[in-house]
């Protein structure tokens, strides 16, 4: 894993490709998103995810990121649009 080689962070790309107009992008599983995020922690390192969408960041936040790298861009914030509200970052 990068970590080993003095990464940060693990980033985690949850990216569907709508919003960014390239409908279809393979997307990484339910559990390959959990895996990074607890290898990740494993090693004492933060997971952020890489997410544009209400639904992806969802996933990302069900999954345990530590963080976000982008807001959500496919519709307005809210209070509740994320839950539990990990720190966006930009990246
Ligand atoms: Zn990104």
Do not use: F, N
């Not at 990484?28 to 390192?45: E, F, R």
């Not at 209400?54 to 914030?77: C, E, N």
């Amino acid at each position: 894993m990068i970590v080993g080689r003095g990464a940060d962070y693990v980033k985690i790309l949850i990216e569907e490709g709508t919003v960014l107009d390239a409908p279809g992008l393979p997307q990484l599983s339910t559990d390959v998103i959990l895996a990074a995020v607890a290898a990740a922690h494993s090693h004492g390192k933060a997971a952020v995810a890489h997410a544009l969408t209400i639904a992806d960041t969802s996933r990302a936040i069900k999954a345990g990121v530590d963080g976000l790298t982008h807001l959500l861009i496919d519709r307005p914030h809210t209070p509740t649009s994320s839950g539990r509200s990990p720190h966006p970052a930009p990246s």
